[in-house]
């Protein structure tokens, strides 16, 4: 692949340059750690939440990083049809 279907593709994904972390922190504005952790049910939402060990479990954990992106772009995508 070279460098220009690269870029081509990147510029159809709505993540590419979004930062997990302002994801996360993003969500928790929008929604708070209880209802995060019922949305997304796992521990580092639910038991003494923070963004650096949120951060930590999802960087390891594919599955979870992948709700947190999915929640992140169907948050987004209702604001912006309001």
Known sequence: ??????????????????????????LVEEYGWDALGVKIKIRCFNLDPSIKSSLTFLRKTPWARTKVEQLYLESIQENKDL
Not at 1 to 24: C, W, Y
């Open 1 to 26: 692949m070279d460098k220009l279907q690269s870029n081509n593709n990147q510029e159809n994904n709505p993540l590419h340059g979004v930062k997990l972390a302002d994801m996360l922190v993003y």
